[in-house]
């Protein structure tokens, strides 16, 4: 590694505007980022519209702040990376020119990132993880199951047939008026509650694809089944005791999906000795101490990027960035967008 290489990195795939600048021995030199939150909390999700705007109207003045904070120009950069893709197109063109006009003006390469690849290589930058690794990637928009084999190389054991796990906590916060983003609020609401066993008889939730050997996830039936709950409670709705039920039921499925990837990964992969968790979804503690536990009892090293760091932010694009460049993957001005991008495309 390299502490002279440094990159910005720029990130605009969704509601949140992030630069961050990471050097090639991985100090974090700046991280800005600025949350849609308000713009987007009447309508329970994000709009794509005036996500986009808001990426135009705060990109230059974020990229400056970022620079500021590293005391750097422009021209100390080796390289800019920008996320092309997965991630609502509007957005990610926005990040990506202001990425690639950077790139241009100073005559310095250009690295497209993939939006999931970003997360599934913090933990190399906050944790050191050595490949191979299971990855368990959960946040608003995936939930997939990988064996990360390197940069560039992924193999996925399972995804969502339907729903992501953060799109189900936050669909399932809107049926119960809880706010949004809805994450936060489910696990606080649960934990007020004081009998999480009795929680689950009164308001009993399906645990989706149990038993099935594959390893795919669904939330959209579970979904539905918070739906109907709040429907029949009407005014009486005992929103603790459905949050904890609903947390319980999350953790379950999580645990139960990984649990086989694990008895996948440790045959089949003998030399990988790590379990990860990325994405946003990552931060919740209940999700997050289960899969410790579960990994210690398989063994594995744990990893999860420390909190600031499992939603979208630019720092892990910047990290991504260096990754690639120390391998020369580095890409051309003409590099299109991509809303759609699987990671075994890479």
């Known amino acids: 590694m390299n502490k002279d290489v440094v990159i910005l990195g720029i990130e605009s795939s969704c509601d949140e505007t992030a630069a961050g600048i990471v050097n090639g021995c991985g100090d974090m030199l700046a991280n800005r980022l600025l949350t849609q939150v308000d713009e987007h909390k009447m309508y329970g ?10 990426h135009l109207d705060t990109m230059d003045h974020l990229i400056e702040k970022a620079m500021q904070d590293a005391g750097l120009g422009f021209d ?37 990132i993939n939006h999931l690849e970003a997360h599934a290589l913090t933990p190399r930058l906050t944790d050191d993880a050595d490949f191979p690794f299971l990855l368990l990637l959960i946040s608003g928009m995936n939930t997939q199951l990988l064996v990360v084999e390197g940069v560039g190389k992924y193999k996925c054991l399972g995804k969502t047939i339907d729903d992501a796990i953060g799109e189900c ?88 999906r990984t649990s086989k990837a694990i008895k996948f990964f440790t045959k089949t992969y003998p030399a990988g000795k790590a379990f990860v968790i990325s994405g946003g979804v990552a931060a919740n503690q209940p999700i997050r101490g289960a899969l410790l536990k579960l990994a210690e009892e398989n063994k594995l090293d744990f990893y ?25 993957l580095l890409d051309s001005l003409d590099m299109p967008a991509r809303p759609r991008w699987p990671l075994e495309d890479l």
């Not at 999700?45 to 808001?54: D, L």
């Open 76 to 112: 100390n950069l080796s390289a800019v990376a920008a996320t092309c893709g997965p991630g609502l197109v509007g957005g990610v063109m926005i990040g990506m020119m202001s990425g690639k006009a950077i790139a241009a003006s100073q005559n310095i390469p250009f690295i497209g």
């Open 169 to 256: 906590f936050d669909k399932s916060g809107r049926l119960m008026d809880l706010g949004y983003p809805a994450g936060p609020f489910i696990q606080k609401y649960a934990s007020l509650c004081p009998d999480p066993a009795a929680a689950r008889e009164l308001y009993p939730l399906p645990t989706p694809m149990k038993g099935r050997k594959e390893l795919d996830f669904s939330f959209s039936g579970l979904k539905t089944a918070v739906r109907n709950h709040v429907q029949n409670a009407g005014e009486s709705l005992n929103k603790e005791a459905l949050c904890a039920s609903l947390q319980q039921t999350m953790v379950d499925v999580v645990v139960e």
């Open 304 to 328: 999860a990027p420390p909190l600031n760091l499992c939603g979208d932010n630019g720092v892990m694009i910047a990290w991504a960035g260096v990754e690639r460049y120390h391998l020369n």
């Open 45 to 54: 999700g994000v709009v794509p519209e005036i996500a986009a705007r808001a």
